[in-house]
């Protein structure tokens, strides 16, 4: 038999050539879970504020093209002469714009960030998700589709907006809007009619989702607390769908008009 031969020592590696840890990429302050989920969450509160006092403020159309229009007329004019003219009207429609702009580049960076960390395989056994839960993206951009169409036919006047939209003007001094006019004259459109629907009703499954939601990244945690809140954001999106729903079937019907 042959001896076997001998093994060679292993050669300790140098200290100096062992490779250095990779470092984890850290996520900036701003863009951590925490802070994105705060920024839907606040951004969400305020814009659901906006849209209630705004349904209120549509219901001033029941009494008819007077008061509607004075209202309107307010709106642009109110604060004066401490702001100009327009000049508080235009800060809400800055603040609005921002946090849509903060809303929208928050919820999907959440989204991509849950989507890459799935991996390629879906968890069958979880509990099933509400309609409002999953249309969440759905319903989000048709309502910022909303908003751009909204703007173009009811502020601006222009591609979308009814060939006899009338603009606001000044007469002997006095600002004339005709708020009324405009908003019977684009939902009596049947497109625009059912397209207005359609929308609350999503605003309305947003909203009742979406108020949930900041519920639950707040850390709302007592039962008690969380089944008030998920009925306040049940009545607010059921208010919503339920008068600004109706203006279209109101107008198309000549109750208003």
């Not at 809400?92 to 960076?109: D, E, K, N, P």
């Not at 009814?162 to 001094?173: D, H, I, K, L, Y």
Request: charged share 15%; glycine share 8%.
């Amino acid at each position: 038999m042959t001896p076997m031969a001998a093994q060679a020592p292993e050669v300790a590696r140098p200290v100096g050539d062992a490779l250095p840890p990779r470092r984890r990429r850290r996520t900036p302050v701003w863009a951590s879970q925490r802070v994105l989920k705060a920024t839907m969450a606040v951004t969400g509160t305020i814009m659901a504020l906006f849209v209630v006092v705004h349904m209120i403020g549509n219901l001033k159309v029941l009494a008819g093209p007077e008061a509607f229009n004075g209202y309107a007329a307010w709106l642009r004019e109110v604060a004066y002469p401490l702001l100009p003219h327009e000049g508080l009207l235009w800060a809400m429609r800055l603040a609005l714009g921002a946090c849509i702009v903060l809303h929208v580049a928050a919820g999907i960076t959440l989204w991509r960030r849950a989507r890459g960390a799935r991996g390629p395989f879906r968890r069958r056994a979880l509990p099933a998700r509400t309609i409002g839960a999953r249309s969440m993206l759905v319903t989000g951009a048709l309502i910022g589709v909303f908003v751009l169409v909204h703007i173009l036919d009811l502020t601006i006047g222009r591609l979308v907006a009814p060939e006899s939209f009338q603009a606001p003007t000044t007469s002997n001094g006095e600002l004339q809007v005709s708020a009324y006019h405009n908003l019977v004259a684009s939902l009596s459109r049947p497109g625009m009619a059912v397209f207005y629907s359609l929308v609350m009703l999503a605003l309305a499954l947003h909203l009742a989702q979406g108020l949930w939601n900041v519920v639950i990244d707040l850390g709302a945690t007592g039962s008690r607390l969380r089944k008030a809140c998920r009925a306040v954001a049940l009545a607010v999106a059921l208010a919503i769908a339920v008068v600004n729903g109706l203006l279209p079937v109101l107008i198309c019907t000549g109750v208003i008009g």
